[in-house]
T-cell receptor, first 115, second 109 residues
């Protein structure tokens, strides 16, 4: 199957700092990538859809100025959590979709802890 | 009403048991359907797609009922390694993939 990587796999940061998470599709080109957040014992919640070369589409309730998304190439999307707070602590997962396929391939996730 | 609803469980079954999960979705325009498996602290992984005619993959059988807007997953001869959370996923169009909250399964010796 297709491979999607995320970096870092886990990060601890202080409140008020910013954290960047990278999502890469390793063996295919992805015009669309998705960013999800998952709190303990809850489902994945779509945060935003990242389209290569254009602005991301954010889900209702997700602050675009706080969660900056950049999809500069067909294999890389980044999510930057700006001015992180403890309530931003969560499991952030990206996924990538091949052109013309519905299936999404997930990255291994990034566990963010804000102290 | 949630777009995709699942019984959260947990389902605790002995090895060898048959267990079934159901999932309902609210958007009648939904086009594609999947079951994903998620292990604790891991990313979801595709278990199987769900086709209108129903499909089987080894011990796993998935079925779709468009009229009633529900999807099912049947696991036969449960193994310890089947313990995980099973996510029902519904795709309304290319960019609208919605996840159920997941159903936890624990298979015990």
């Amino acid at each position: 199957g297709a491979v999607v990587s995320q970096h870092p796999s886990w990060v601890i940061c202080k409140s008020g700092t910013s954290v960047k998470i990278e999502c890469r599709s390793l063996d295919f080109q992805a015009t669309t990538m998705f960013w999800y957040r998952q709190f303990p014992k809850q489902s994945l919640m779509l945060m935003a859809t990242s389209n290569e070369g254009s602005k991301a589409t954010y889900e209702q309730g997700v602050e675009k100025d706080k969660f900056l998304i950049n999809h500069a190439s067909l294999t890389l999307s980044t999510l930057t959590v700006t001015s992180a707070h403890p309530e931003d602590s969560s499991f952030y997962i990206c996924s990538a979709r091949r052109d013309s396929h519905y299936e999404q391939y997930f990255g291994p996730g990034t566990r963010l802890t804000v102290t | 009403r949630k777009e995709v609803e699942q019984d959260p469980g947990p389902f605790n079954v002995p090895e060898g048991a048959t267990v079934a999960f159901n999932c309902t979705y609210s958007n009648s325009a939904s086009q594609s359907f999947f079951w994903y498996r998620q292990d604790c602290r891991k990313e979801p992984k595709l278990l199987m797609s769900v086709y209108s005619s129903g499909n089987e993959d080894g011990r796993f059988t998935a079925q779709l009922n468009r009229a009633s807007q529900y999807i099912s997953l049947l696991i036969r001869d449960s193994k310890l390694s089947d313990s995980a959370t099973y996510l029902c996923v519904v795709n309304s169009n290319n960019n609208d993939m919605r996840f159920g909250a997941g159903t936890r399964l624990t298979v015990k010796p």
